[in-house]
């Protein structure tokens, strides 16, 4: 590995410090080198602040040496936008050279930057680990070019496919590394999905938990359930799933059909709960209503996390953008359910996780 690699990989670490807090902006990592030596860094911390080259370049509090470089994982910005361009930025600083990772996926700005720094008399190399700078942005990537959500769908199964144990057993298909894995992808996402039957059987609170200098952490995103006839709120109130009454309920809607009992409804709102509406939930239409419904909403990615019936049919209506497949060591059996149809999966090499897998790629016709 060269020396641009090994920064751009520093600039790797420094963006990922960001996972999940910068939508619907991408995560950046820069590093400024002089004479061999790193003295300054920055990241881009949340939608609004400033870009990491310039937390970088003020935290170098001077005007960089002669013969300085600059490494990004992300294309600099070309147009003014919040907080400055950074292509002037950098040419104003007097930055000799820059390393660039990943070109930036909008197509308005799409490789416009290297002309206009090297205009500038700016030493440009692009491409330095592009692969995963711009899989470290799956989200942004697909919602700037699309305008739409990234539908990713999330499921451990068994090496035969099954998703569902049988009853009386251990609800967890895989080990601790894999559901900790999962839990660092719900972090990147601004939203989480499951069905009506999957809130029914297991009850899931459907946050995020992970640990942080030692110290446990947990948040919750938006949180999605398909429920079309809300089923998931019959009763008496406090026979609820914890994800209409728990401390993050104003983060649940519950996406219904028009045949959704409208007392029902009215319970659920004065609880605190969004309910949307749309004509189906399933199928085609369905997905495309609810993919625009978060577009409109600012929700750039949803991972779809089961149960097993709701991503068979997000699959078959050609929904699913992405996929993260957790894979047991072991077969199931006559006692196990929730078959879940075998996803086509680029770009897929196979993560060991304790004695599980993760297979993750776009979602291949």
């Not at 060269?2 to 991408?26: I, K, S, V, Y």
């Not at 947990?218 to 209409?244: I, K, N």
């Not at 894979?327 to 086509?344: L, M, R, Y």
């Amino acid at each position: 590995m060269d020396f641009d690699e090994t920064m751009m990989g520093r600039a790797l670490q420094l963006a990922r410090r960001a996972w999940g807090d910068t939508h619907p902006n991408p995560m950046v990592g820069s590093v400024l080198v002089e004479d061999g030596v790193v003295v300054a860094e920055g990241w881009h911390v949340r939608d609004g602040g400033p870009h990491a080259e310039r937390v970088a370049l003020a935290s170098l509090g001077r005007r960089p040496a002669a013969g300085a470089t600059l490494y990004v994982t992300l294309e600099p910005c070309s147009t003014p936008g919040r907080t400055g361009a950074c292509c002037d930025l950098i040419r104003d600083a007097g930055i000799s050279r820059v390393v660039i990772g990943a070109t930036d996926p909008n197509p308005a700005h799409a490789g416009r930057a290297l002309g206009l720094l090297r205009a500038a008399g700016v030493e440009v190399r692009s491409g330095v680990r592009a692969e995963e700078c711009a899989d470290l942005n799956l989200v942004f990537n697909h919602w700037i070019t699309t305008g739409l959500p990234l539908l990713a769908g999330k499921i451990a199964t068994t090496q035969d496919g099954f998703s569902i144990p049988p009853p009386g057993t251990s609800r967890w298909i895989t080990g601790e590394p894999a559901r900790a894995d999962a839990h660092c992808w719900r972090r990147l996402f601004p939203g989480i999905l499951v069905g009506a039957a999957t809130v029914r059987a297991d009850d899931p609170a459907l946050t995020r938990r992970w640990t942080e200098s030692g110290v446990q952490r947990e948040d919750c995103a938006r949180r999605f359930v398909l429920d079309p006839l809300l089923a998931t709120a019959a009763g008496v109130q406090a026979s609820w799933p914890r994800l209409y009454t728990d401390q993050w309920r104003e983060r649940t809607t519950v996406v219904v059909t028009p045949a959704a009992d409208p007392q029902l409804r009215a319970r659920l709102e004065a609880a605190g709960v969004t309910v949307w509406e749309q004509e189906t939930t399933r199928g085609v239409t369905g997905w495309g209503s609810f993919a625009r419904r978060c577009a409109s909403e600012g929700v750039t990615g949803v991972l779809i996390e089961g149960g097993a019936a709701v991503l068979n049919d997000a699959l078959a209506a050609g929904a699913l953008d992405y996929g993260f497949w957790y894979e047991a060591v072991f077969c199931g059996d006559a006692t196990w359910s929730g078959k879940v149809q075998s996803w086509n999966l680029s770009s897929a090499p196979a993560a060991r996780l304790g004695e599980d897998q993760l297979r993750r790629g776009r979602i291949l016709a």
